[in-house]
């Protein structure tokens, strides 16, 4: 029950799960701290806007070096948890 009375719903009260987007491009970024989202499908979204937007910043040469560099989704911000999926990536500047 809420304060008011009303009955509070099942969804309201659970907690939406964390999601660890990692990034790997020969060194190591580890997302500490998550984002929650609804389900795998929102974080796929996420995913796809987030290495966007890295690929947008990354404006240096070395960004566009033809070095492979990855996004992994997990469960965790250590390493060992479930992989959810993983981007692949590699830009070279013509």
Known sequence: MTRDGHRASALSEQALPLYFFHVSDGTSV???????????????????DMSGQILKDGSTAESWDGVPWRLEVTDSPRPGGHSFFVLHFSATKR
């Open 30 to 48: 580890p997302d500490e701290i998550g984002t929650e989202l609804a389900d795998v499908a929102a974080a796929r979204a996420a995913a796809v």
